[in-house]
């Protein structure tokens, strides 16, 4: 098996080709803004790098989000053409499960909580709890301002870069679990597609994109 790996929904950029009992070669660059220019390149680097061509994947990961529309909709179609080029599935992982559980290996507490920016000054986040070596929703994925998350979710240590652009509401940033790190994204997607868990491909918007066509914008 050689995972494909990759994630968009975050200020991230990244890339992970894995295959079995052979650590993970990663491509990540962080640029909120490039994700189209760059998600390409990654790809071509980190096939390189591992001594692989796009024929020896068997599977595509890609991070469904959720995340802003622009970012997170490059990952998705990137994923999904290169499934259908390649003859291999595709899986998805939301993206916030990817943080949770990259979380977990940096404190011993039993519940974080993954808070990411989505722009017009609000946080998608979600609550999880410790289940052996897994991070367990507690919660569905959400949206809103960081201050308006209950007070009690507010001050569990927190993952993403939720913390770093509302300290005065996320108090509990557990340092250095920024962005996805697509390893731990390819170790998900490998551990579900051998307990034969559905990864359905569905992006994870949560709300209408910032920009819309004219027809979309009068049917608001």
């Given at each position: 098996?050689?995972?494909?790996?990759?994630?968009?929904?975050?200020?991230?950029?990244a890339?992970?080709?894995?295959?079995?009992?052979v650590?993970?070669?990663?491509?990540?660059?962080?640029?909120?803004?490039?994700?189209?220019?760059?998600?390409?390149?990654?790809?071509?680097?980190?096939l390189?790098?591992?001594?692989?061509?796009?024929?020896?994947?068997?599977?595509v990961?890609?991070?469904?989000?959720?995340?802003?529309?622009?970012?997170?909709?490059?990952?998705?179609?990137?994923?999904?053409?290169?499934?259908?080029a390649?003859?291999v599935?595709?899986?998805?992982?939301?993206?916030?499960?990817?943080l949770?559980?990259?979380?977990?290996?940096?404190?011993?507490?039993?519940?974080?909580?993954?808070?990411?920016?989505?722009?017009?000054?609000e946080?998608?986040?979600?609550?999880?709890?410790?289940?052996?070596?897994?991070?367990r929703?507690?919660?569905?994925?959400?949206?809103?301002?960081?201050?308006?998350?209950?007070?009690?979710?507010?001050?569990?240590?927190?993952?993403?870069?939720?913390?770093?652009l509302?300290?005065?509401?996320l108090?509990?940033?557990?340092?250095?679990?920024?962005?996805?790190?697509?390893?731990?994204?390819?170790?998900?997607?490998?551990?579900?597609?051998?307990?034969?868990?559905?990864?359905?491909?569905e992006?994870?918007?949560?709300?209408?994109?910032?920009?819309?066509?004219?027809?979309?914008?009068?049917?608001?």
């Amino acid at each position: 098996m050689l995972i494909l790996a990759l994630d968009t929904a975050t200020s991230a950029i990244a890339v992970a080709v894995a295959r079995d009992d052979v650590a993970p070669v990663v491509a990540v660059e962080v640029d909120p803004r490039a994700h189209t220019e760059r998600l390409a390149p990654l790809v071509a680097r980190a096939l390189g790098e591992a001594g692989a061509t796009p024929a020896d994947v068997t599977d595509v990961v890609v991070g469904t989000g959720p995340g802003p529309f622009t970012g997170l909709r490059v990952g998705m179609v990137t994923a999904v053409t290169t499934g259908l080029a390649l003859g291999v599935p595709v899986h998805g992982v939301c993206t916030l499960d990817v943080l949770a559980e990259q979380g977990l290996g940096a404190t011993d507490a039993d519940e974080l909580l993954v808070a990411t920016d989505a722009r017009r000054r609000e946080v998608y986040w979600a609550r999880y709890a410790r289940d052996g070596d897994t991070a367990r929703p507690v919660t569905e994925p959400a949206v809103g301002p960081a201050g308006d998350l209950p007070d009690e979710v507010r001050a569990l240590p927190t993952v993403g870069r939720g913390p770093l652009l509302y300290p005065d509401a996320l108090t509990a940033p557990l340092d250095g679990v920024l962005d996805t790190d697509p390893a731990v994204l390819a170790r998900i997607g490998a551990r579900r597609l051998a307990a034969g868990t559905p990864m359905p491909v569905e992006p994870l918007y949560l709300r209408r994109p910032d920009a819309l066509t004219t027809a979309e914008r009068d049917l608001r």
